[in-house]
């Protein structure tokens, strides 16, 4: 069976042969670099990490320590079995230099970063990150995290409410469901996934409700939220901008967004890399699942992969006695 694909594993990625193609890990590479920005429950790894043995390094990050703790039963073995060093860190991708520095390495020869969601988060109620099951409205993928959607929805004024949800939703209708907001947790707080879906569903004018979309009324409030919670787009922007430093000449980064808001800087970052001679566009247009993974996932019919392949001749490792030091929250090495 396809390492990857484990069904025991909870969660199925997406884009795996796009990513092995345009990632040329279709065969082996020994004593490869490679950094996972969201290693999730390891299935991209799983695949990938056979091909850069012997004598490889695997980097996996990833802010949930549950699924982080997973990855690391599931894929040791198989590093093990092909001669791969395994580095495993608890924290966002934005510390993602600084981990690598941590290990002596100062660039990697491929980068892949999967901004989805692994299904069991997706599908746990006490993560509050969908309105389809009640549960806490949470929202953190990491636990230790100081800020809950709750916290933000029950404490922002209207003003900024309605900012955010506008700004990491697209919403339209952002001030109305930032008043209803207001307005219901006058009477109590909102702490709950069904309080909080309901009250963007009664935003919604009747009429718009009877010639809307399937989208849920509260879909975009929701991804909104989860965005502001878990600082999302800056970790994403801080890697972009990290690409140049952490890339080999030679080497290749790809990025699976998942929607415009994801994907739109990708894309520019991707261009502008191109346009200062740093990066050569691998991918002009985004690649997306074929018609038998959207049959067999549904989770992958939004997937867009996007790869740039960083210009100049390749340069080993910089080795460095001292990790600088971090202005954000240290990763937790396992």
Known sequence: ???????????????????????????????LRVL????????????????????GT?????????????AEQRLSPIAAQHGVTLHLANTSFASAQTVLRSHNIDRVDRVLADLGFAS???DDPARGLSFKHDGPLD????????????????????GELADVIYRFGDERLSRRIARKIVQ?????????TSQLAEICRRAYPRSSQRNRSTIDPAT?????????????????DTLLGRLPEIVVGGGLAGIISFHSLEDRPVKQAFLKLEQQDLFERVTRKPVTASEQEQHDNPRSRSAKLRVAK?????????????APPDPGRPPDTL
């Open 1 to 31: 069976m396809d390492p990857g694909a484990d069904p025991s594993a909870g969660h199925v990625p997406v884009l795996l042969n796009e990513v092995l193609c345009f990632l040329d890990l279709e065969d082996a590479h020994p004593g």
């Open 36 to 55: 996972d920005c969201t290693l999730g429950r390891g299935g991209h790894a799983a695949n990938i990490i056979p091909r850069t043995g012997p004598r």
């Open 58 to 70: 695997y980097i996996g990050l990833d802010l949930d320590p549950a699924n982080l703790a997973y």
């Open 120 to 122: 069991n988060q997706v």
């Open 139 to 158: 929202m953190r993928l990491d636990p230790s995290a100081p800020t809950t959607a709750a916290g933000l929805v029950n404490r922002l004024g209207e």
């Open 184 to 192: 219901a947790r006058g009477d109590r707080p909102i702490s709950t």
């Open 220 to 236: 975009r409030t929701f991804q909104a939220l989860r965005i502001a919670v878990n600082g999302e787009l800056d970790a994403l």
């Open 310 to 322: 960083r210009l100049g001749p390749r340069e080993e490792p910089t080795h460095h006695n001292q």
